[in-house]
């Protein structure tokens, strides 16, 4: 069975970078996509981009600008990079698989807080 | 970009009783190639990541409860509880997966009457 894990720092500055990380296990990230999505807390879900391991990537418009997804296989890990991050950004970021005969997201990591504060 | 929009944003329904929330897509995720509409559910409990619950507009989750189930196509979808149970408490999402960006409905809350 697939786990995913997020990891990274909670607190970031404003205006700063956010990174982000996101280790599988039980699983090779080399097959399926893999998604970044949001939810600023009390509030829905927000789909940042995905990437399937050969470096084909899709962001949200709004976000392309600032936003870098990538895999390392040595790894299997998935990463994030969010720059010019503002209190907007501030919000459980998941990791999440696309299924193996459709698109929608049927495994999700447990999801990691990210506060914007100086 | 597809707008996802669900009604009732909440509804409270008594124990055993059925609840529906619907969800409807600013344009079609119905695939005319291969008659298949990118349409998922989700359900997403306090402190927890989303768990999916359908794909395929009606193509129950391995492990999901049969009491949850989905239906519709093109531009209108529902999800039906046919008897809610304590533990179905949770807000409810859908999601399209017919193009990018994927996007999600605002969510449902359901509770207990």
């Known amino acids: 069975q697939v786990q995913l894990q997020e990891s990274g720092p909670g607190l970031v500055k404003p205006s700063e970078t956010l990174s982000l990380s996101c280790t599988v296990s039980?699983?090779?990230?080399?097959?399926?996509?893999w998604s970044w999505i949001r939810q600023p807390p009390g509030k829905g879900l927000e789909w940042i981009g995905n990437i399937y391991y050969r470096g084909s990537t899709k962001y949200k418009s709004s976000l392309q600008s600032r936003v870098i997804i990538s895999v390392d296989t040595s790894k299997n890990q998935l990463s994030l990079k969010m720059n010019s991050v503002t209190a907007a950004d501030a919000a459980v970021y998941y990791c999440?698989?696309?299924?193996?005969?459709?698109?929608?997201?049927?495994?999700w990591g447990q999801g990691t807080m990210v506060t914007v504060s100086s | 970009d597809i707008v996802m929009t669900q009604s009732p944003d909440s509804l409270a329904v008594s124990l055993g009783e059925r609840a529906t929330i619907n969800c409807k897509s600013s344009?079609?995720?119905?695939?005319?190639?291969?008659?298949?509409?990118?349409l998922a559910w989700y359900q997403q409990k306090p402190g927890q990541p989303p768990k999916l619950l359908i794909y395929?507009?009606?193509i129950r989750e391995s492990g999901v409860p049969g009491r949850f189930s989905g239906s519709g196509s093109g531009t209108d979808f529902t999800l039906t509880i046919s008897s809610l149970q304590a533990a179905d408490v949770a807000v409810y999402f859908c999601?399209?997966?017919?193009?990018?960006?994927?996007?999600f409905g605002q969510g449902t809350k359901v509770e207990i009457k």
């Open positions: 999601q399209q997966y017919y193009t990018t960006p994927r996007t």
């Open positions: 999440a698989k696309s299924g193996d005969t459709h698109d929608a997201f049927d495994i």
């Open positions: 039980g699983g090779d990230i080399r097959d399926n996509h």
């Open positions: 395929w507009a009606s």
């Open positions: 344009q079609s995720v119905l695939y005319s190639s291969n008659n298949k509409n990118y």
